[in-house]
């Protein structure tokens, strides 16, 4: 049963890539991903951070696996000296790979974002970003096999006559973002955020340009994304930051919203553990409206430190199996240069 649902996840990897994108669930945790306007947006001169992500091993043997690491760095830019403008670039690395088949994408990118002080006050900025990048997809042929390699015994020995193409391609990549922080308060924060990635839709199938494969089949899907954060505090020690996640990529829709809970450790506030739940409505192909998952996450902020831990609870079938559709997030970052001042992007 577990090679005919791998069987049936490839088949759909393959025919349908469009559909396929970048997906964490702590999304403020990989912010070069979400958005391009996010990058430098952090109080310090530099930062560097991981997420790792693992789908579904209690369903499959070799689970899908995504990881991402990025680096980026902030420099002060003095148009005006009456306000705080700073300039940034970042690169990162992203992975994912589908196990037992090795369908896998790799993708490197270099952002620049310029973030304007809209006020004397250094409260509100405003964060405008670019992305380019080069990515490369493959699949491995030798662990697939066809009803014509089937010996009529035992096994499948045979060669096969399907005609496969090209196991791996490349293709170039572009995103814009926006960003807008406000911070009324030390304690008090909003964020608003939106973001185009593809927009050039990539061609990002592996059959050749002369084939029979329509635009929507085998092109990438402009995907538009909006991002909404805040944290207000109840008293000293706590504060409640709910957030929200809307995605649209072609006839894909997703919404990740819920609320964390901020509990600060310490009297100055840059050590913190942070709780949260979550839950992701989706809607398909078929325009069918669902509850994806249901998230719970524990963060800890430790100066310039934060570590996260999410797990979804996946609430969908898959082809009439529902077992252990699951998946857990680990994310850790640095800031170097930590200021604590102006927050311009929330953690986790």
């Keep these: 049963m577990k090679k005919l649902l791998l069987a049936i996840i490839v088949l759909s990897a393959i025919t349908e890539l469009s559909a396929q994108d970048k997906h964490f669930t702590q999304f403020y945790a990989s912010p ?26 209690g369903l499959l043997d ?15 830019v003095t148009l005006d000296s009456r306000y705080k403008d ?8 992203f992975n994912d790979k589908v196990g037992g088949l090795d369908f896998t994408t790799n993708q490197m990118t270099l952002s620049a974002a310029f ?7 250094k409260k509100q900025f405003l964060s405008l970003g670019i992305q380019a990048g080069l990515a490369q997809r493959n699949i491995n042929y030798e662990d697939l096999t066809f009803d014509d390699q089937f010996n009529d015994l035992n096994s499948f020995s045979r060669p096969t006559r399907e005609d496969l193409p090209e196991n791996n391609f490349a293709f170039s990549d572009y995103a814009v973002g926006l960003n ?19 927009f050039l839709q990539p061609r990002i199938s592996f059959y050749p340009e002369d084939g029979n494969l ?5 092109n990438m899907f402009m995907k538009f994304s909006g991002q909404l954060s805040a944290q207000f505090p109840i008293n000293d020690k706590i504060s409640l930051i709910p957030r929200a996640l809307f995605a649209k990529q072609g006839p894909h829709l997703q919404l990740n919203t819920g609320t964390n809970v901020r509990i600060a450790l310490n ?24 509850l994806d998952a249901l998230i719970f996450l524990v963060g800890i902020e430790l100066g310039n430190i934060s570590m996260g831990f999410s797990y979804d609870i996946n609430l969908n079938t898959l082809s009439n199996f529902n077992r252990n559709q699951n998946a857990i997030e680990f994310s850790v970052s640095y800031i170097g240069s930590f200021e604590d001042e102006t927050i311009m992007c929330p953690r986790f």
């Design 214 to 218: 329509t635009i929507e089949e085998a």
């Design 180 to 198: 807008y922080n406000y911070s009324p308060a030390r304690a008090t924060k909003f964020f608003v955020g939106f973001a185009l990635h593809h």
């Design 86 to 93: 700073a300039f940034a670039v970042g690169l990162s690395f």
């Design 115 to 121: 973030h304007k002080g809209l006020d004397f006050d």
């Design 267 to 290: 009297d100055f506030n840059s050590n913190a553990l942070q709780i949260g739940s979550w839950v992701r409505p989706v809607s398909n192909e078929d325009d069918s409206f669902s």
């Design 62 to 76: 070799n689970p899908y696996v995504t990881f991402a690491a990025a680096a980026d760095v902030k420099w002060d």
């Design 32 to 57: 070069l991903t979400l958005n391009p306007a996010l990058t430098g947006a952090f109080d310090g001169r530099y930062r560097v951070y991981g997420i790792y992500r693992d789908q579904w091993r």
